[in-house]
Each structure stands twice: as C-alpha cells, then as structure tokens.
C-alpha cells in the first residue's frame, strides 16, 4: 500500500481511533458528546495536522520537485556546490543543481555530457578531435594535427545563460526578472567530470 493510500484522514478519524483505543468500563465512556471525547478530540487535532501535512510533502519525495524540503535535500546531497553556483542561486537553480544530483548516473560519453548540461539548462553541441589519418581523414575537410588531437573535445555554449523569473518558483523582491550569467557552472562541472587525460574546448556562440 502506498503512502498516499494513507491521505484524506481528518480529526474525526483520529478520534474514532482513540475511542475505539479506551479500556472498557462506565469510567471510559465512548460516546462522542462525553466530556472524554471532547478531550481526545482536542488532543488528536494537533495529529491529524501534522498527518495533513506529511501527506503534503509526499510529492517532495522526489527531489526534482523539492521546495519546503529543498533544504535537507540540499544537505543529504551536498549542496549547494561550488560547480552549480555556490552560494546566492535563486530557487530554480538551486532545484536545477539538486535535480542534476540526483539524477546523474556517470558517463564518458558525448550524450552522457549532453545530458548534464541539459539538466543544469544548456542545450550543447560537442565535438570531438582526431588526428589526420592517412587514407581515412579528407584533405581540407578534416583537421591536421598529431594524436594528441584525440584527447581534445569542444563544446559549443549557445550564448550566455538567461533564467527567467517565473511565478510560483521565483521569490518575489529577491529574484531579478532575469538574471544573465556566463555558464561557469557548466564549465566546472564538464572540468570535473571529463576523463582525465582530455582538455575540454568551450566556445560562446550567438552570444
């Protein structure tokens, strides 16, 4: 049975538990208008409050979807990182760095680094080197260079990043409308994570 099979329950369930909990006996009276029930109807309010609210964060489970939790998921995940904007992030970044936590499984790949930088907000092109190979490369189509070529790779930035204020997301008086920033959180995390014996090339365009 899943959690959310639990919801929906109120102080009148409460009390219905309570009563049916009592000893039996004229000292126990169980009726609901007994001077007893009005005192376990006030005592299991402050229950049924704290149950309304569990099943409240049952959708912050997942911590993509994290905003009264945010702060502990940030603590059981080690952030904020220096890597996806340290300090002074507005609240869509700091859900943006605690989703890409959660969700990166490693990689090598350039569709494993296409969907990190997907996850921090970037859409990118990467391109990877190799040096000319007689019989294989094309004159003036593939680049010259000795074999280590092989250990370059490039990515293409399209422009600076631009997070927009959103209702409901966003704090107002604190957020700015938009807030435009040169991706250093993509180029730490690509640093940290590229294979160690490869340089990574960025290039701004349409920027």
């Known amino acids: ?74 603590r059981v995940y080690g952030l904020p990182d220096p890597c996806l ?13 605690l989703c890409a936590k959660d969700t990166a499984q490693g990689g090598q790949s350039k569709a494993y680094f296409e969907a990190v930088a997907a996850s921090l907000g970037y859409e990118v092109e990467i391109e990877e080197y190799r040096p000319f190979i007689c019989g294989l490369s094309q004159c003036g189509i593939t680049q010259l260079g000795g ?12 422009g600076a990043r631009v997070t927009w204020f959103r209702c409901g997301l966003s704090e107002l008086g604190i957020d700015p409308l938009a807030k435009i920033a040169r991706a250093e959180d993509l180029e730490c995390r690509f640093e940290a994570l590229q294979p160690a014996h490869t340089t990574i090339l960025f290039s701004y365009e349409g920027a």
Do not use: K, N
């Not at 538990?17 to 000292?27: D, K, V, Y």
């Not at 074999?147 to 399209?158: H, I, K, N, T």
């Open 1 to 74: 049975m899943s959690g959310s099979d639990y919801c929906g329950i109120g102080p009148e369930d409460y009390l219905d538990q309570a009563l049916a909990l009592l000893p039996e006996g004229p000292a126990w009276p169980a009726e609901r208008d007994a001077v007893l029930a009005a005192f376990w109807r006030a005592t299991v309010a402050s229950l049924a409050r704290a149950h309304e609210r569990m099943c409240g964060l049952l959708p912050e489970s997942i911590p993509c979807f994290a905003l009264d939790l945010l702060p502990d998921w940030e």
């Open 85 to 97: 904007g340290g300090e002074g992030q507005t609240l869509q970044e700091r859900q943006l760095a």
């Open 147 to 158: 074999p280590e070529l092989r250990f370059l790779w490039r990515v293409a930035v399209p």
